[in-house]
Every structure is written in C-alpha cells, then in structure tokens.
C-alpha cells in the first residue's frame, strides 16, 4: 500500500534534537509525496485530534532549536483501552497510513499499544537519559551531557578557590548513563548511579579520604537523581567528615538548549530512516545507532533488551581519582 499521509508526535520527556527529528520526518515525507501531519502534545493529541498539517516551512528554523515544537506530554488517558481507542479513531479519522513516534520508553510502550491495533508506527529514540537498550545513542544525551559539563565546569572554578565539596546532581531516575558520563568528563571523585546501589562510607567518603591524601583539595560528586538526592549526601558527607559541601540540583537546564552537532545529525538521519521504514512497509521498530551505523529493531524485541553502565567506566572512574592505587599499597 502506497503511504499518502502519516502522522509525527514528541512525548515524554522533552530532548534537545526532537525538532530537528520532526523536521527531517517532514521533509522526507514529503520528499516522497507524502503529506505529513504534527500531532501535539504526545498521545494527548491523538486522543483529542490536536493535529496540524505540516510543510516544509512549518519546520524551517527548527534544526537549530531545543524543546519540541510539536509540545510534549505523559497522557494518563492513553494508558487506558479506552483512551487507546480514541487514539486509534483519529488515526482512522485522519487517514493516517503510518506515524512516527519520538521520544523513550513509555513512548514506545504507546507505539506497541497503536500497533495492536493495525496502526503502522515506528518509533526513534529521544531522551536525555540514553536509556534505551537497543540503541547505543538516544537523541537528546550529547547535548545534555554537554550542558552538564559546561556548568560543572564553572562549578569547579569556584570550588578550587575555596577547596570545598560540591554535590551535584543530574537527571536519570533510573539510568546513571548522563551521570557516568558527566562524572567521566569533569573529573569527579565519585559518581553515584541507579543501576549500582552505593556503600556511603566505602564509595563517597573513602574516595573523598584517599583524594585528600594524595593531596586534593576540591572534591566534586555526582549523583544521578535516581540514586539519591544530593542534599541528603551533601548532608551525611557534612556529618561524617570535616567538610561543609555546596548542593547544585542541574534539573531541567539540562533538557533544554540548542542541540549540539551530534545530536542534529543523528536526529536528521534517524527521521529520514522512520519514513523510510514506513515507505518499506514496516511497522513496530525502533530505529537504532549500531556501530556507527544504524538498525531497525522489532519495538517489543527492543524494550525487553538491557544495558547498563559498564564496568569499564566504574573502573576508569577509580583509576583517574586514584583510590585504586591506595588501596592496593
Ligand atoms: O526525560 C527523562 C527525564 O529527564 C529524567 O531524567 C527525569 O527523571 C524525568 O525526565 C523528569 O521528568 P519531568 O519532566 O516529569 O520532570
């Protein structure tokens, strides 16, 4: 069946490069001769047929612009049969051949709902956190992790000059991939992540300890947001040891701003493969970055897969703050 028009929604959590995403769903469409439809706010929009036609101006400008024009929302309504079925009418309604979906998980668990009901859907991967385990890259994470880097950056300038602790804390609730990531890059004495439930004493205040004594000055803590709160450790480092550390919650600065390079590119190539995929006739996956190159991944296939932070980068860590070293002399 020759596809005349499709649908593309942003939901969940907002990343920087879902514009440039839709733009190239956009385009590509209509490159084809397919008309293209924007469906605002996620699922919300489907249910109550928010929908604006889309051409190529609609998305001029957009490339180069953080948040989603196509506004994003977590529809509670959509998690109900019912909800599903109104979502499933508009499609009908419209005429809707195909819709491409961006964003994470819960977005995918909405494109498996759609897809139940004979609605073609292809979903892309956008979320800062990166956590999405059939894909090595998820739109969004370059820029985030960048945004992090740059203000822990301007952190450490102040906390140098005055030898404290900082503990700062970046998204993730459940994925410590922007936080390893970050700690990596910024020299961290100890990054707490999710995935690998923390010993205080033994992973933030004996690294604080043998970094003292090899003669550092200034400790900078990362903690993902579903490990724990940094108030609370910046609280129980301050009780435990002679240190009074700063608190910096980044918080959603880091969902937003200008998309870095990668993330355009990556949003751009992965776009036009959605309509591609459509075109082909497929249904159900998820368009992934493998090994430089990219995949398409059956969407359930895709959601049952895990990944997580490696060990590599857990022992990187300890190598660069030289707790390792100690504890083997
Ligand atoms: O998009 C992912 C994420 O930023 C998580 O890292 C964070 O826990 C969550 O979204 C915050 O969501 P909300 O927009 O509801 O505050």
Redesign the pocket.
């Known amino acids: 069946m020759a596809m005349k028009r499709i649908g593309v929604l942003t939901s ?2 907002d ?1 920087p490069g879902m514009n440039a995403c839709v733009r190239a769903v956009v385009r590509t469409a209509l490159y084809h001769g397919i008309e293209c439809y924007g469906i605002r706010r996620g699922y919300a929009g489907l249910i109550n047929g928010d929908v604006v036609q889309l051409n190529e101006r609609s998305v001029s400008h957009t490339i180069n612009r953080g948040g989603t024009i196509l506004y994003s929302a977590r529809s509670k309504e959509f998690m109900t049969e019912e909800g599903q079925r109104k979502a499933v009418s508009t499609c009908k309604f419209l005429g809707l051949d195909g819709i491409v979906v961006i964003g ?1 998980d819960g977005t995918f668990r909405g494109a498996q709902a759609l897809s139940k009901y004979g609605i073609n859907v292809i979903g892309i991967p956008a ?3 990166n956590d999405i385990s059939c894909t090595n890259y998820c739109i969004g994470f370059d820029t985030a992790a960048n945004t992090a880097i740059d203000c822990i950056d301007k952190l450490r300038d102040t906390m140098q000059s005055h030898e404290r602790c900082s503990v700062v804390e970046v ?3 459940h994925a410590g991939f922007l936080a390893m990531y970050v700690g990596l890059a910024v020299g961290a004495t100890a990054v707490l992540v999710p995935e690998d439930p923390f010993d205080f004493e033994q992973d933030v205040i004996e690294k604080i300890r043998r970094a003292k004594l090899k003669g550092f000055t200034h400790f900078m803590i990362v903690v993902a ?1 579903g490990a724990g709160s940094a108030a609370d450790i910046a609280k129980r480092i301050k009780d435990t040891i002679d240190l009074d550390p700063r608190v910096t919650v980044l918080g ?1 600065i880091q ?1 937003g701003g200008t998309p870095t390079g990668r993330d355009r590119v990556n949003a751009t190539k992965m776009g036009y493969l959605a309509v591609q995929l459509l075109k082909e006739g497929k249904t159900n996956r998820v368009v992934c970055t493998r090994e430089g190159g990219y995949v398409d991944v059956d969407i359930e296939e895709g959601l049952a897969m895990k990944r997580s932070v490696q060990e590599m980068e857990i022992d990187v860590l300890d190598a660069m703050t030289g707790s390792i070293s100690l504890t083997d002399n």
Do not use: L, P
């Open positions: 969940g959590g990343a994470g979320t800062i956190d998204m993730g609730r947001e959603h969902r």
